[in-house]
C-alpha cells in the first residue's frame, strides 16, 4: 500500500541555518503531496502542497519539490528562525482522492 | 477554507466510561475524516464518514470502539468506547476542502482536535 517516510527527529538548528527535511514516498499512480505543520499546542496546518511531478510547493520561506523519479518530496528553507519550531509531516493523498496518508513526523527545534 | 470546531478540546476520563468528541463545519462537505494521533506519534485514519452512509473503518479500527455517527453534510460525531489508558490521544476530524483545491488537490483540513486523557 502507500507509504510515506520521513527522516526521524528531533532536528535542531541555529537560527538561519538551512533546512532540509528529507521525505519518500511509495504509491500507485500520481498522488499529490503535502507538507503539514503542527505547532506546539496547535493543530495541524497545510503547509504546501503539490499535485504533479516537477511541481514546487512553497510558503512562508518554505519550499518542496515533487520528484517521480525520486519518489521524493523533501521539504527546504533557506533560512530557519525560532518560530518555525514544530513538527513538521509529510503526506501523500492518491489521485482517487480518500485518506490522507502521513509520514511519521519530524520534530525540527530552532534555537536563537 | 472550511473552519472546523471540534469539542471538547481536551478532557479528562476515567477507565471504562465512553466521550463523544463533536465535530461540526461552517460548510457542507461529503467526506469527513476521523484521525488518532497518539503522543509522539503521526496521525492516523480511524475511518471515513460520508453522509448517509455507514462508516468506513481503517484496519484495526471497528464500529464498537468508535461509533461514529454522520446525521449531516456539516456534523458528524466521534465516540471512544469504554476507554482505557491506551486510547490517551488528540482525535481529529479532516475535512475534504473545496475552497482550496484549485491546483486539483483537494486539501484536507483539520480541527484543531480532541486531547483526550484516560486514567
Known amino acids: 500500500g502507500d507509504s510515506v517516510t520521513q527522516m526521524e527527529g528531533p532536528v535542531t538548528l541555529s537560527e538561519e541555518a538551512f533546512l532540509t527535511i528529507n521525505c519518500t514516498y511509495t504509491a500507485t499512480g500520481y498522488p499529490s503531496l503535502f507538507w503539514y505543520v503542527q505547532y506546539p499546542g496547535e493543530g495541524l496546518q497545510l503547509l504546501l502542497k503539490a499535485t504533479k511531478a516537477d511541481d514546487k510547493g512553497s510558503n512562508k520561506g518554505f519550499e518542496a519539490t515533487y520528484r517521480k523519479e525520486t519518489t521524493s518530496f523533501h521539504l527546504e528553507k533557506g533560512s530557519v528562525q525560532v518560530s518555525d519550531s514544530a513538527v513538521y509531516f509529510c503526506a501523500l493523498r492518491g489521485n482517487q482522492g480518500g485518506k490522507l496518508i502521513f509520514g511519521q513526523g519530524t520534530e525540527l527545534s530552532v534555537k536563537p | 477554507s472550511a473552519v472546523i470546531s471540534q469539542k471538547p478540546s481536551r478532557d479528562i476520563c476515567q477507565r471504562g466510561t465512553s466521550l463523544t468528541i463533536q465535530c461540526q463545519v461552517d460548510?457542507?462537505?461529503?467526506?469527513m475524516f476521523w484521525y488518532r494521533q497518539q503522543p509522539g506519534q503521526s496521525l492516523t485514519l480511524i475511518a471515513t464518514a460520508n453522509q448517509g452512509s455507514e462508516a468506513t473503518y481503517e484496519s484495526g479500527f471497528v464500529i464498537d470502539k468508535f461509533p461514529i455517527s454522520r446525521p449531516n453534510l456539516t456534523f458528524s460525531t466521534l465516540t471512544v468506547s469504554n476507554m482505557s489508558p491506551e486510547d490517551s490521544s488528540i482525535y481529529l476530524c479532516?475535512?475534504?476542502?473545496?475552497?482550496?483545491?484549485?491546483?486539483?488537490?483537494?486539501?484536507?483540513?483539520f480541527g484543531a482536535g480532541s486531547r483526550l486523557t484516560v486514567l
Open positions: 479532516s475535512v475534504e476542502d473545496r475552497h482550496r483545491g484549485s491546483s486539483g488537490a483537494n486539501v484536507l483540513t
Open positions: 460548510s457542507q462537505v461529503t467526506m
